[in-house]
């Protein structure tokens, strides 16, 4: 983390506090079947490999639980975006180069089940925040440069 507070919508908040609560969940369940450090514990290899997969999993899970912890313990719940700037938490209306008009939302965690998201640090999010209507935007694409036109600028969703 940057070492400050990060502002953070209140549906992300949410979302990494659920996020949070099903990791500890799912450790709880991975940790209640691992043995310990018994070395002398009987079982053959398989048994012993099936134990050291679990304790890979739950060391996976303590990193993104310590992750998830600090992203919450450093962020602020921001306020409802502007109007007149992009923001996190923003619903823009972008005319791309090619004529064709879109509209997304702005946040900051990816959600697959949102299909007009971009995440404020893709190159494009990262080329609409704090533009207004009528500023030209330049963000790079896997094809190479694009270019589009902020037309409007709303809430969030």
Same mark, same amino acid.
């Given at each position: ?20 609560? %099903?990791?500890?969940?799912?450790? *709880? ?13 009987? &079982?053959?290899?398989? %048994? #012993?490999?099936?134990?050291? #997969?679990?304790? $890979? ?5 303590? $990193? *993104? !639980? ?36 879109? $509209?997304?939302? !702005?946040?900051?965690?990816?959600? %697959? *089940? ?11 999010? *990262? ?6 209507? &009528?500023?030209?935007?330049?963000? %790079? $694409? ?10 409007? !600028?709303?809430?969030?969703?």
């Amino acid at each position: 983390m940057t070492g400050g507070s990060e502002p953070l919508s209140p549906d992300a908040h949410r979302a990494l506090e659920r996020e949070l609560s %099903d990791l500890r969940d799912e450790r *709880r369940s991975y940790a209640v079947t691992l043995r310990g450090n018994d070395a002398d514990a009987p &079982g053959d290899s398989a %048994d #012993q490999a099936d134990e050291l #997969q679990r304790a $890979t999993e739950v060391a996976r899970l303590d $990193t *993104r !639980i310590a992750d998830v912890t600090e992203r919450l313990h450093d962020a602020t719940v921001s306020v409802s975006p502007r109007s007149d700037v992009v923001g996190v938490g923003s619903t823009v209306t972008v005319r791309f180069a090619d004529g064709t008009t879109d $509209t997304v939302h !702005i946040g900051e965690l990816a959600d %697959d *089940r949102d299909e007009e998201l971009v995440t404020a640090d893709s190159p494009l999010g *990262r080329g609409l925040l704090g533009r207004r209507a &009528g500023d030209a935007v330049a963000y %790079d $694409t896997p094809e190479g440069p694009g270019t589009a036109a902020v037309v409007s !600028i709303g809430a969030g969703a």
